[in-house]
């Protein structure tokens, strides 16, 4: 079976720039959580979707955006940007929600990098 | 802030030597997860622990939890240049968000 597949695998933008990145989760998954890593520091939360619907806000101005489609596949946008949203974007799925107890399963990823 | 922080931040051992790391948390929690990722790669699960649960195996790792001093290990046995990564802890407190640590570099030598 295909794990989680993100695209593209890098992006160049410059600032003020608008991105969409796209995620595909494991089949049969239905939660989608996305999470921003800057160089040398732990993933940090952005959002999380279960079944087509926000759950979960982080720490993140609204420039930052998301949806869930009806295969559960999931878009991140991203307006506006600036210098420090140069990041490794990662998309994590899971079967359940985030207390479900279950594990979550990331793709390798799209290397971002604001010019 | 981090609701995880992982200690050590950086860790260089002799391969088939043990690795200790320790992740301390500041809430009450779920669950505790811990991950591992390799340079400019996706994280991949290893161990997901409850809060009611104080120890879990699989293979060469040991993980430890003790909701009264909010710590949690992660022992990684018999070292191999492959395990060289960095490891991360992450939290749930129920909700819908999962925290991440900062991670802790391991760096095994053959």
């Known amino acids: 079976d295909a794990g989680v597949t993100q695209s593209p695998t890098h992006l160049i933008k410059t600032r003020g720039q608008q991105v969409t990145l796209r995620c595909s989760p494991i089949?049969?998954?239905?939660?989608v959580s996305w999470y921003q890593q800057v160089l040398g520091q732990g993933p940090q939360f952005i959002f999380q979707y279960y079944e087509k619907e926000e759950r979960g806000r982080g720490n993140f101005p609204d420039r930052f955006s998301a949806r869930q489609f009806p295969n559960y596949s999931s878009e991140l946008n991203v307006n506006a940007l600036l210098l420090g949203d140069s990041a490794l974007y990662l998309c994590a799925s899971s079967f359940g929600a985030g207390h479900s107890n279950q594990p979550q399963h990331f793709g390798d990823g799209t290397r971002l990098s604001i010019l | 802030s981090q609701q995880g922080e992982e200690d050590p931040q950086a860790l260089s051992i002799q391969e088939g030597e043990n690795a200790t790391m320790n992740c301390s948390y500041k809430t009450s929690i779920n669950n505790l997860q811990w991950y591992r990722q390799n340079s400019g790669r996706g994280l991949v699960h290893l161990i997901l622990?409850?809060?009611?649960?104080r120890e879990k195996h699989s293979g060469r790792l040991r993980v430890t939890l003790d909701t009264s001093k909010k710590s949690s290990s992660l022992l990684i046995t018999a070292s191999r240049a492959a395990d060289t990564a960095s490891y991360f802890c992450?939290?749930?407190?129920?909700?819908?968000?999962?925290?991440f640590g900062a991670g802790t570099r391991l760096f095994v030598k053959a």
């Open positions: 992450a939290t749930n407190t129920g909700g819908f968000k999962t925290i």
């Open positions: 089949s049969g998954h239905k939660s």
């Open positions: 622990i409850r809060s009611n649960e």
